[in-house]
């Protein structure tokens, strides 16, 4: 599986577009990009899943580069309630074991 | 809610002591995983099946963890001589294998409390 690094904080206040980005040097051909949120004492929940260029969903975008070497989570015109933490999965979508890091904990400010 | 379920939500027990939970994935879902997560951490992938075959298991998972899904349906993860090392969150996440997605969906997890 494919090693991701992320930032480890990042913070941000109510209406603005956070983009959070991820590395993923080592990625292969057949990984696909996934990303997760998670608030305190849930289970992490699925937000977007991307192969390349760019995918867009009712809650977020994602933006994959050519080379696919990173990837950036956008969300647009942030509120309070995603303040939560976000993990960067890389891995092939029928392999069984998935690697989440330490993610990057998002702090959306009044 | 995601349609997964685990049981028992919280659950304390003394250092010694097996304990075991239960999770109950989204029905048609053949894919079962196992996580553990304390806090601060990410969630360390454990143990995952296909249907009611265990097809991975994580070297981190000491002999004392066993994880069974006898029908291909709930699944159970127990632990024996319990440690204090062992307090964590367990979650539980199931998918549909063979499609394109990576999708786990999870339930709201086990929290145990050694002491």
């Known amino acids: 599986l494919a090693k991701t690094t992320q930032p480890i904080s990042m913070d941000s206040y109510e209406g603005q577009e956070v983009n959070i980005t991820c590395s993923h040097n080592?990625?292969?051909?057949?990984?696909?990009i996934t990303w997760y949120q998670q608030f305190p004492s849930q289970g992490p929940r699925f937000i977007i899943q991307?192969?390349?260029t760019k995918v867009t969903n009712e809650v977020a975008s994602l933006f994959i580069p050519a080379d696919r070497k990173s990837s950036t989570l956008s969300l647009p015109r942030v509120s309070l309630s995603d303040t939560a933490v976000y993990y960067c999965?890389?891995?092939?979508?029928?392999?069984?074991?998935?690697?989440f890091g330490d993610g990057t904990t998002l702090t959306v400010k009044p | 809610d995601t349609g997964v379920s685990q049981d028992p939500r919280h659950k304390i027990t003394k250092r010694g002591q097996n304990v075991t939970f239960r999770c109950d994935p989204i029905?048609?879902?053949?894919?079962l995983y196992w996580y553990r997560q304390t806090l601060g951490q990410g969630p360390e992938f454990l143990t995952y099946?296909?249907?009611?075959?265990?097809?991975?298991k994580s070297r981190l998972l000491s002999d004392r963890f066993s994880a069974e899904r006898p029908k291909g349906s709930f699944s159970t993860l127990e632990i024996q001589r319990t440690e204090q090392g062992d307090s964590a969150m367990y979650l539980c996440?199931?998918?549909?294998?063979?499609?394109?997605?990576?999708?786990?969906?999870f339930g709201p997890g086990t929290r145990l409390t050694v002491t």
């Open positions: 996440a199931s998918s549909l294998a063979g499609g394109r997605s990576y999708e786990q969906y």
């Open positions: 080592n990625i292969a051909t057949n990984d696909y």
């Open positions: 991307g192969y390349k």
């Open positions: 099946f296909q249907n009611e075959a265990q097809l991975e």
């Open positions: 029905s048609e879902h053949n894919r």
């Open positions: 999965l890389v891995g092939d979508t029928n392999a069984g074991k998935s690697t």
